[in-house]
């Protein structure tokens, strides 16, 4: 009797070493896969941020951001987002660039230009009037992507949770990013601005010389008007375009 309870207990003790043995493996299991998850984590957010860096330290306006994905799952919708964001801010810029840079819209008023489109025009005010459209649209559409609401709506229209929004938010808000596209609104502004009176001086010449065809000539590659008054008139137009 006393062997048969000496077995059972011996059988016992073997369970509850055996349960035990299963509990610390489980729970070596259970912190292996807690310290993974968060040391992936950890790698992910490393990552981002090393990306978020390199952009902000590009040239905006001249660098190409570097669109490859370095990290997985909804890290990936961050960074491939926040990087989207950045060059097609660049791409805008460019279109503002190229809309400027126009070698038609700084050499108009030329003689040549005057006898050829006059005195009506119409082919240099079209020209005029869709440059303004296409500048004004485009320098707004840079302009609104420096401010935070329209750089949170890329993410916001992603399908991540609130928290790798937050996410983004530091990295694009909270950063040297942010802090790029910022420092370049007021220099914008001031140069849509600019840009705009520009061809508006430019228009108002035009249409004074349509306006007044009959009441002036061109001689030796100038122009000669009937009276001192429309003379003084246009010079004074003039000195607006070159402000």
């Known amino acids: 009797m006393c062997v048969l309870n000496e077995v059972k207990g011996m059988k016992l003790n073997m369970k509850k070493k055996t349960v035990i043995i299963i509990f610390v493996v489980l729970l070596v299991i259970v912190l292996i896969g807690v310290g993974g998850y968060f040391g992936y ?6 990552l981002l941020t090393r ?24 890290y990936a919708t961050v960074e491939e987002t926040m990087k989207q964001y950045v060059k097609e801010y660049g791409e805008v810029s460019q279109t503002v660039i190229s809309l400027i840079d126009d070698d038609t819209l700084k050499n108009l008023l030329t003689i040549e230009r005057i006898q050829s489109d006059g005195p009506a025009f119409t082919e240099t005010l079209t020209y005029l009037n869709q440059k303004k459209t296409d500048l004004e649209t ?7 992507m420096t401010s935070d609401q329209e750089m949170m709506k890329a993410i916001e229209d992603t399908d991540v949770s609130v928290s ?8 694009m808000l909270d950063s040297t990013i942010s802090g790029a596209l910022k420092q370049e609104q007021n ?12 061809i508006d001086a430019y228009i108002d010449i035009f249409e004074f010389l349509r306006d007044n065809s009959s009441n002036y000539v061109i001689e030796n590659n100038q122009i000669l008007f009937s009276s001192e ?13 070159n402000q």
């Open 138 to 144: 485009a320098m707004n559409q840079m302009i609104a």
């Open 229 to 241: 008054s429309l003379y003084q008139q246009y010079q004074s137009l003039v000195e607006n375009l």
């Open 41 to 46: 984590q950890k790698y992910q957010e490393y």
């Open 51 to 74: 990306e978020a860096d390199k952009i902000g330290n590009l040239d905006i306006l001249n660098d190409e951001v570097d669109m490859s994905i370095h990290t997985s799952g909804d």
């Open 187 to 198: 220099d914008l502004i001031d140069t849509r601005d600019q840009t705009l009176a520009f």
């Open 164 to 171: 790798y929004q937050n996410l983004y938010r530091k990295l």
